[in-house]
């Protein structure tokens, strides 16, 4: 059951123009959500993330949307270069159930996108 | 300078041999973790160590086991008891943190 999804697997815009990504979840004890950029046979990278508390978090090109009672986020990339271009993955984070301080980490399948010059 | 490390780069594995994946981390970080990733899919969680001689199953533990000797290293191994181990294996860390930095992956390929 897949509790973090990215239904397009593929993304493609052309230079300039906004890139969206979206991302649904079902477990409403998430409570933070990131998101990661990542570029064949290397580790991803850590981009923005966001709390559950807001509603909104920006970082120059990137931000990120969250609409808690659609249980609803969304990167938005403006404006997309050709070196953005790379697999996107949302994660949706948790503390692990057998206690500690630390948080596990629900990743979707990742959304492609492809940035045209 | 501060980083991830994991080696090697590429491994092929002849069926029925374990193998062990190094991963290494100088960023002071209580926590790791050992990820999969296959082909179209997202990263599914192995194991993860919250303190050094300490560590808990992920959600697909089966066929791999870990160790936490230290706090800058986490090794995994893959068994022979591992029915499909070929995939990109990836480790990361993180320090009390919802945000997890990882290192640059291994490949692993059963010949």
């Known amino acids: 059951d897949q509790q973090v999804k990215q239904n397009s697997p593929s993304l493609s815009v052309q230079e300039g123009r906004i890139s969206i990504l979206n991302c649904d979840y079902t477990?409403?004890?998430?409570?933070?959500f990131l998101w990661y950029k990542k570029y064949p046979a290397e580790g991803p990278t850590f981009l923005i993330s966001?709390?559950?508390?807001?509603d909104k978090n920006e970082d120059g090109r990137f931000t990120v949307f969250l609409n808690k009672s659609a249980k609803h986020l969304s990167l938005h990339i403006v404006p997309s270069q050709p070196g953005d271009s790379a697999v996107y993955f949302c994660?949706?984070?948790?503390?692990?159930?057998?206690?500690?301080?630390?948080?596990?980490?629900?990743f979707g399948k990742g959304t492609l996108l492809t940035v045209n010059p | 300078d501060g980083g991830i490390t994991q080696s090697p780069k590429y491994l092929f594995r002849k069926e029925g041999q374990n193998v062990t994946l190094s991963c290494e981390q100088n960023?002071?970080?209580?926590?790791m973790y050992w990820y999969r990733q296959d082909p179209g899919q997202g990263l599914r969680l192995i194991y993860y160590?919250?303190?050094?001689?300490?560590?808990q199953k992920g959600d697909i533990a089966e066929g791999y086991s870990v160790s936490r000797e230290k706090k800058e290293s986490f090794p995994l191994t893959v068994t022979s008891a591992q029915k499909n181990p070929t995939a990109f294996y990836l480790c990361?860390?993180?320090?009390?943190?919802?945000?997890?930095?990882f290192g640059p992956g291994t490949r692993l390929t059963v010949l």
């Open positions: 994660a949706a984070s948790q503390k692990f159930t057998g206690g500690g301080s630390n948080y596990k980490l629900t």
């Open positions: 960023l002071n970080h209580d926590a």
């Open positions: 990361a860390s993180s320090i009390h943190a919802d945000t997890q930095y």
């Open positions: 477990n409403s004890m998430f409570d933070y």
């Open positions: 966001i709390s559950s508390i807001k």
């Open positions: 160590s919250q303190i050094v001689n300490d560590f």
